[in-house]
């Protein structure tokens, strides 16, 4: 049961328990992978691990749909609760923010920090050999870029679908999104895909030391977002598929699954500069290539 005041827009959608379900999977999922990483609990782990996993899948599988119901088939979404969850998203981004910006103060205080000056003298540490920046990870950068730059134009023909009148040209405008949206979705695969070759050339490991550890936490938390990204794009692009942003349906999830698709491209953007071409110009002087 809902209730609404036509004139207003305001309303109250029903509870939904899946927040706190969610909360819990990530609760679960992260003080398992520290039990993992201390040794911990011994076969206790993989279990915690596991039931986590599904209770986050699940958790998150039926809120998407809730939503996508409420939004879709119910015509709940007025312009209050719309004006609501995009700042919800936004709240929730810069959290994320806030999140990555603790690895990265951790990676400067380990290179130019305390540690840096008493213990290792140098960054990146004697014997570890960082890994070149213009070759894998400039690479990763462009696709990662570039899917931005698609999906951004999937948002933008999304949006001429939703206004068009014209059944040939709204058409039109919905193949184009579709069409847009998988070249970003394909890109992001492919991110990961080159990334996951890096992790295998690799010269050293999390265990490695603080520059090890901070270089895998930091790549490892964006990659997973990169694939929560992808999720959300591809559920979008079978939303566009059938019909659910079209004449009159608001595309505020497109919308959240764009904007979250570009903060992964800026977070990597910032990795790109600061944990690939920084300790490159330490250890050879130059911010360029070298041969």
Not at 46 to 72: A, I, N, Q
Not at 131 to 142: A, D, K, T
Not at 238 to 263: D, E, K, M, P
């Amino acid at each position: 049961m809902f209730f609404s005041i036509g004139r207003t827009g305001y309303q109250l959608l029903e509870r939904s328990p899946w927040p706190l379900e969610v909360a819990f999977g990530v609760l679960g999922l992260t003080s398992s992978a520290v039990m993992f990483f201390h040794s911990e609990m011994g076969d206790m782990v993989p279990l915690l691990m596991g039931l986590s996993f599904l209770t986050l899948l699940h958790g998150v599988v039926r809120w998407w749909m809730d939503m996508v119901f409420e939004s879709t088939f119910k015509g709940q979404y007025t312009s209050f609760v719309i004006l609501n969850i995009r700042w919800g998203f936004k709240l929730f981004v810069l959290s994320e923010v806030f999140f990555f910006f603790s690895f990265f103060w951790a990676w400067f205080y380990a290179g130019i920090g305390e540690i840096s000056v008493k213990l290792m003298g140098k960054w990146p540490p004697v014997g570890v050999k960082a890994i070149y920046p213009w070759r894998i990870p400039f690479l990763n950068l462009l696709l990662l870029v570039t899917s931005g730059a698609f999906s951004q134009s999937s948002k933008w023909a999304v949006k001429c679908h939703s206004k068009e009148l014209d059944v040939k040209m709204g058409r039109y405008y919905q193949l184009a999104a579709l069409g847009l949206l998988l070249v970003s979705i394909i890109l992001g695969t492919l991110f990961l895909y080159v990334q996951s070759q890096e992790y295998y050339w690799c010269s050293y490991s999390i265990s490695d030391g603080v520059f090890g550890c901070s270089f895998y936490m930091l790549t490892g938390f964006h990659g997973m977002h990169v694939m929560a990204g992808l999720i959300f794009l591809v559920v979008c692009w079978f939303r566009i598929l059938l019909f659910h942003f079209s004449y009159r349906h608001t595309c505020v999830g497109l919308l959240n699954a764009v904007y979250y698709w570009h903060f992964v491209d800026i977070i990597w953007i910032f990795l790109y500069f600061l944990v690939y071409l920084w300790p490159h110009k330490l250890l050879t002087g130059t911010w360029l290539w070298t041969f």
